[in-house]
């Protein structure tokens, strides 16, 4: 496989959430249409600018995880959303199947796993990988050959890219600390404390300084001039908090799964007749406009 191949790996319940808010839509009948219309619209738009040969969608189960295992508090504070987007998730799950895409989630695990896990594997057939999501724990993953692609805010169209040198722009620190940067102080969103008394602009500075988060507290603990004495207690006195949290925040990339390409080309995907009856049974007439006319052609692997 060629290095210049690209596998697309969407976050289906990032795109669910960002589809709700932002397209106000509904049937004929009143009934909320947003997160199937907007899904279609942001997945069509990526294939369109990205021009990807694989892709999949990744969406987290309706069960919990190892980390509400390992911290009861996990999420815990999040309010549920409202009922109309939950009845549309069946019909984005079909809308993925009529694109001719697999749906994968993993028990136990969350989306962005099975996507860091996919990422991997991807890495390691020479594939280079575009990650559609709207969630900052995937900038973890960003590195050579990894781009993750959130959609645009505004009137803005197509997709926006993070690269290495964005994420370090935007948060302080490289990919490869996102993890240790949210342990130290904490991610609200997902309810994680971190180490009281330690921002982000504090952890910014700490990881500037060490490689690792192991490192940091290794210095805390003997008395590294480069961390103020204030600091060495309260990392020393949270030391295990902080690796409970970074355990939380670090994505698993080595789920036992398979990453099987065959039904993931994506050479037909807009032209399938399973699109565009569905687009046309919902009255997505913007949608039919864009699509190439449909064709019997069957899907075939590129490799």
């Known amino acids: 496989m060629p290095e210049d191949k690209t596998l697309l790996l969407v976050d289906g319940n990032a795109l669910i959430h960002r589809a709700f808010h932002a397209y106000p839509l509904l ?22 600018q990205l021009k990807p040969h694989y892709a999949i ?22 309010v549920a959303a ?16 009529a694109f001719g895409f697999p749906a994968v989630g993993v028990e136990g695990y969350e989306a962005d796993d099975v996507i860091a896990t996919f990422t991997r594997k991807a890495r390691e057939h020479k594939l280079n990988v575009a990650i559609m999501t709207g969630d900052k724990d995937t900038f973890q993953l960003v590195s050579e050959g990894v781009s993750v692609f959130t959609p645009s805010n505004g009137n803005q169209r197509g997709l926006q890219e993070v690269t290495p040198e964005q994420v370090l722009e935007r948060l302080g620190v490289e990919p490869a600390k996102v993890a240790a940067l949210k342990a130290l102080a904490g991610d609200p969103s997902d309810n994680i404390p971190g180490v009281p008394g330690i921002g982000a602009k504090t952890a910014v500075t700490l990881l500037k300084e060490f490689a690792t988060l192991e490192e940091l507290l290794a210095g805390a603990k003997k008395g590294d001039p480069r961390i103020p004495e204030r600091l060495a207690r309260m990392l020393s006195s949270h030391e295990q908090e902080a690796r409970d949290a970074y355990q939380l925040v670090l994505l698993v990339d080595d789920i036992p799964i398979t990453l099987d390409l065959t039904h993931s080309t994506t050479a037909y995907a807009l032209s ?5 009856r569905m687009c046309a049974e919902f009255n997505f007439e913007s949608l039919l406009k864009i699509l190439p006319p449909p064709s019997r052609t069957q899907q075939k692997a590129l490799f």
């Open 27 to 48: 049937t004929h009948e009143g009934k909320p249409i947003n997160c199937v219309y907007g899904f279609a619209r942001m997945l069509i738009r990526a294939l369109a």
């Open 57 to 78: 969608v990744t969406f987290d189960l309706a069960k919990k995880t190892f980390r509400h295992e390992k911290f009861a508090l996990y999420k815990a504070h999040r």
């Open 82 to 97: 409202p009922q109309a987007l939950y009845d549309q998730i069946p019909m984005v799950h079909a809308l993925v199947k």
């Open 272 to 276: 399938r007749p399973a699109l565009h």
